[in-house]
């Protein structure tokens, strides 16, 4: 296995990265309430945080020990796996700081500190399986298809598939292998984990083993803490929840493919669902305006270019629900074919403000493709608000920026059926049940709560073909 400390300077710079992307640390009133949640510390127990970051958990964990000044066995029981360098040294220093204030000698409490905080990556060279009946942290949320390519070179060939969707699903996946038959989680996580359906195998593999004691939503604004290495305004947008995970026999929530809602319980429905008869997709983000979508009056400096009309959330009336005109114009590309003229010129001028996340390795490509079905009639639903939208888009109209798009599956069911499912009583009534809430009693309309929306029997496809 390659050696993260041995190898070339471009797995230095993925670190370095990775920190960048994903270092928010949590606060230490969050640490101490998981703590408690997971009954820190038991009489014989041992405790792993598998991101350590500047090592706030570990310390808090080692407040409640009566750790004597170099009792080394009793310290031993708190260990921290952190692979920035910079972090790992702030841990360690934060660690021995925390013993020399409670009597250990300078020498001892750095040797102490050396010895329970490990520079490493848990996912490659983590502890044993059974080591740390107790596991409690913040580990990293990133996608997996942001990590730098050394990184996704290393971690392909130990992760399953399921635990590839996002970095903290490997965490879970690999903290969950690792623990005995009377282990306990707790985590601080994004909430998306166990709401969105693009992680729906990795919660029923999880279900085999961990079902969920407690969760519950967080406050963002107070939760988390930034390094010093990190710039102001620069924390990912996150919904954070905490939650206990315990052997699945014991879990007041069993885990399996249906979400789990940190605001309550989720609505179960058996019966046909909006998936039965219509196709929810997320509109495609084509990186910052004045790229790959221009302003109508740039129009004629593209002559040869592919223009579709565009639109956002900001182009529908407030007042009415209406499409206002298109005012801008997306640039459609083709990944095997490379442009030229006027729209080459246009795209190697522009593409120097595309954030590196939306870099693809065809330069002329947008960030995510232009695939949705713009032959026919849609519903465009802004992704946030106090209830659902319903915006008709005529064909051949591109909704950008993920908004959901909403087309038939099928022609037994009409557009204005799907609407009218929509826009009733009972929908908005489920809606406001199952959304995740994000402020000021502003909704997270997602694709997923989307397809689960009920509806009724007569409405079900009469079909087995029809898809979702």
Known sequence: ML?????????????????????????????DVLLDRIGWPDADGRLVDPSAGDGMSMVRALSRLDLAPGDFREVARVQGWELHPGAMR???????????????????AYKA????????????????????????????????VHLPEVLKDLYRPILPDFARGDLLHAFLDRCVYNM????????????????????????????????IDHISRLD???????????????????HPVEVVLTPSGQARIPLGKQPVSPDGSLDHHDGPTLADIATVRLAPWLGPHGIFTIDAHQVGRLPDADLVPAVDSDDIDPATDALRPATRYAIRTLKDCEPTGAVKDHLQTTMVRMPKRGQKGRWWMPPESITLPLDRPALLIPRIGRKIRTIRLEPGILPINHNLYVVSAGPDHSLETIQEVLQSEETQTWVLRNAPPVENGYLDIRAGLLRRIPIPGSLSPKTSNVQG
């Open 3 to 31: 050696d993260l400390f041995d190898a070339a300077g471009d797995l230095s710079a993925a670190i370095e990265a990775l920190h960048a992307a994903t270092a928010l640390y949590t606060a230490e009133p969050v640490v």
């Open 90 to 108: 702030s841990a360690r220093e934060r660690v021995q700081s925390h013993l020399i204030s409670n009597g250990w000698s300078t020498a001892s």
């Open 113 to 144: 500190a050396l010895a329970i905080v490990h520079h490493g990556d848990f996912l490659t060279g983590g502890p044993a399986p059974g080591t740390f009946r107790f596991c409690a942290g913040n580990p990293p949320y990133l996608r997996y």
């Open 180 to 211: 005995p038959p009377d282990g306990i989680i707790g985590f601080v996580t994004s909430d998306r984990i166990w709401v969105n359906d693009t992680a729906a195998n990795l919660r029923k593999q999880l279900g085999h083993k961990v079902g």
């Open 220 to 238: 963002p604004s107070s939760s988390f803490y930034m390094p010093k290495t990190r710039r102001k305004g620069t924390p990912p947008r996150i």
